[in-house]
């Protein structure tokens, strides 16, 4: 068929909801049917001579120009799914089908928007994500991840994060985010002025585009972080209330976000909002169960299942790690002065000195009433082990100011190495536990290294 004797078929041919579409072998349109506006939101005018690869969504062109070598190796496609970026920034998903005329030297093909199906699929399928994410997530950041995942599956998330609201502490933070530009904020009350903060406080979607001015309210301060083209935050409603928002950002015009977007990820936030409250839940009773409330250290079985843990690691590994036994010598005197509560602020705040003694791969345990065990590894020699135990007998000699009082207290500690002392979990105890109550014996207030 020439060319030319597409017109003649033109008034017919631009009554179907689907458009009719014909590429010479350079990829350039020579005819394309009026729906073709509906579809990508150009005028036939304005695609005629067009490389229509270059309507084709990035991420999908390298994919789509394969394909069009097989059409035009005679090999027709049926059902070929990709996306395209309207004039207008949105994003199209469209099902072909074509075949290639040798005689005509085009390519034929029969477009159809499919958006709608697709999005409902992506949709039903999200619920189905989001139930596995809930049981097979670890923990909460584990969980943020895989709900990024499944947004990004959905619309373009490149730049993703999830604020969460601490009512009691009246504390907005940002356990998850991810942004080309920008690290995470430090947490920050609820009246800061941020657009995440305004979504949690108004429980309203929230989108900012910077193409079309809008009033914003008074409650929003200035803009904190880079200044996005596109920013859109839907609240996370729990039947607690509002726990916090999702948000995603754009800082690229190949990226703008609209209300069909803003619908679909608050349909996302409704499903997410009571799975991670109940993953909060869960991570509260798990922290419950291996934790000391009072001081926030770990409990005794959590203390000694960490060290059982490390202990297997070296054993496999090769390395040092230590075990400091630490008893409080004038613990009860102090508590029987000054008073329990007195006494329960002393021992957070022993706890408090011996954290910032230590590394973060380092343990500390409470494992007794005014006994705290600490776990270091690695360590190179057992002399380095000592080094660290001065240091936390130094800190907790000074001063505590509790309750009005000064009180002073001193620290009796033994230290075993692994495996220098003992290759076991329950030897090393015993030789950490023996040498900290020979320092005790000789007048506490002091380190000592258990015998060889």
């Given amino acids: ?62 994919a789509t120009l394969r394909i ?49 199906q697709k999005r409902s699929q992506n949709m039903q399928l999200s619920l189905h994500r989001i139930s596995e994410a809930a049981h097979g997530a670890d923990d909460l950041v584990e969980l943020y991840r895989r709900i990024h995942e ?3 599956d959905l619309m373009p998330a490149r730049n993703f ?40 406080r108004s429980g309203q979607p929230l989108l900012f585009r910077a193409d079309q001015p809008m009033q914003l309210p008074a409650t929003i301060g200035p803009l904190v972080g880079s200044d996005s083209l596109d920013w859109l935050g839907v609240p996370l409603r729990s039947s607690n209330g509002i726990v916090g928002a999702i948000v995603v950002q754009s800082y690229s015009g190949d990226v703008r976000y609209s209300e069909d977007d803003q619908s679909l990820l608050q349909f996302v936030s409704n499903q997410i909002a009571s799975v991670i409250e109940r993953k909060k839940s869960e991570n509260r009773l798990r922290y419950v169960a291996r934790h000391d409330m009072l001081t926030g250290l770990p409990n005794r079985e959590w203390f000694d299942s960490c ?29 029987d002065s000054f008073g329990h509560a007195a006494g329960d602020m002393l021992l957070r705040d022993v706890a408090r ?28 020699n057992p002399a380095d082990a000592a080094v660290v135990a001065e240091k936390i007998r130094a800190a907790l000699a000074e001063p505590f100011t509790e309750s009005g ?21 329950d030897k090393l105890i015993r030789r950490a536990d023996s040498a900290m109550y020979k320092a005790k014996k000789s007048g506490g207030n002091c380190c000592l290294m258990a015998d060889s």
């Fill in 1 to 62: 068929m020439e060319k030319k004797e597409f017109a003649a078929f033109g008034k017919v041919l631009d009554l179907l909801l689907d458009a009719i579409c014909a590429v010479d072998r350079d990829g350039k349109v020579v005819y394309i049917s009026a729906a073709c506006e509906r579809i990508f939101g150009y005028t036939a005018d304005e695609l005629i001579g067009a490389s229509l690869i270059d309507l084709v969504h990035p991420e999908d062109r390298q």
């Fill in 68 to 116: 069009a070598d097989e059409v035009m190796a005679g090999r027709p496609q049926q059902d070929y799914a990709n996306r395209y970026l309207r004039k207008d920034g949105k994003i199209v998903h469209v099902m072909w089908s074509a075949s290639w005329s040798e005689a005509d030297q085009l390519r034929i093909a029969v477009a159809r928007d499919v958006t709608d």
């Fill in 150 to 152: 499944i947004i990004g």
């Fill in 161 to 200: 994060f999830v604020a969460i609201y601490d009512k009691d502490e009246d504390l907005l933070s940002f356990p998850y985010f991810e942004d080309e530009l920008d690290e995470a904020p430090a947490p920050r009350r609820l009246d800061s002025g941020t657009f995440s903060a305004e979504v949690i």
């Fill in 307 to 335: 060290l059982q843990d490390a202990l297997e690691r070296h054993a496999t590994g090769g390395g040092r790690l230590a075990l400091l036994y630490l008893d409080l010598d004038t613990f009860k005197e102090a508590n």
């Fill in 353 to 380: 000195r011996i954290r910032s003694c230590i590394r973060e791969s380092d343990i500390a345990g409470r494992v007794g009433g005014d006994e705290i065990a600490v776990v270091l590894d690695p360590v190179r």
């Fill in 405 to 425: 009082h000064s009180i002073r207290i001193s620290a009796s500690i033994g230290i075993a190495v692994y495996p220098d002392h003992g290759e076991d979990r």
